[in-house]
């Protein structure tokens, strides 16, 4: 008989830093893709649209995979994953960029003054815009914050 476990996020809906694949130091200087999707679904537009082949799928029911070593960080991935579950993560000395997807009215303005938020939605530190792509039709945001938040920091709300 099978025993089927429950993680922790399909109680509280909110992952942690435990259930992803993560870059190294190294990588992260260099800015990778950080795919934050857990669910087995048929999807695979990440995986099409990646022009260095850095994600790959065994099929397409799978869990996206990301070669850290291959990724360029050209953000691509991030305005087309229709789940919201990919952010671009660079680490510049004290700070980071983190490129994250946006889906809210109205739309940020490079130069804005924002309210981080971590996964929960909680408020993390203060971030400014430096950088919004409406090419897609999810419009992909990039954000300057503390070097220490990076890896918590998924959304934002305009102040």
């Known amino acids: 008989m099978e025993v089927l476990t429950i993680k ?8 942690s830093l435990k259930d992803l694949t993560l870059p190294n130091d190294e990588q992260l200087k260099k800015g990778v893709a950080i795919i934050e999707c857990v669910q087995e ?13 850095a994600i790959s799928m065994k099929d ?15 953000k691509r991935c991030v305005g087309i994953c229709p789940g919201l579950a990919i ?9 980071a960029l983190v490129t994250l997807p946006y889906e809210f009215l ?4 490079v130069g804005d ?22 090419s897609n039709k999810t419009t992909v945001v990039t954000i ?4 220490d938040l990076a890896m918590e920091v998924r ?5």
């Open 60 to 74: 397409i029911n799978d869990i996206p995979k990301i070669d850290f070593n291959k990724c360029t960080g050209c």
């Open 113 to 134: 003054n924002i309210t981080a938020l971590d996964r929960a939605g909680k408020p993390r530190g203060n971030a400014k815009i430096v950088k919004v792509n409406r």
């Open 106 to 109: 109205p739309i940020p303005k």
């Open 155 to 159: 959304s934002i709300l305009l102040d």
């Open 87 to 95: 952010f671009v993560i660079k680490i510049r000395d004290d700070n």
């Open 41 to 53: 679904i048929p999807c695979d537009p990440c995986v099409a649209v990646c022009p260095v082949n």
């Open 8 to 15: 922790q996020y399909e109680k509280t809906g909110i992952l």
């Open 144 to 147: 300057e914050i503390e070097k």
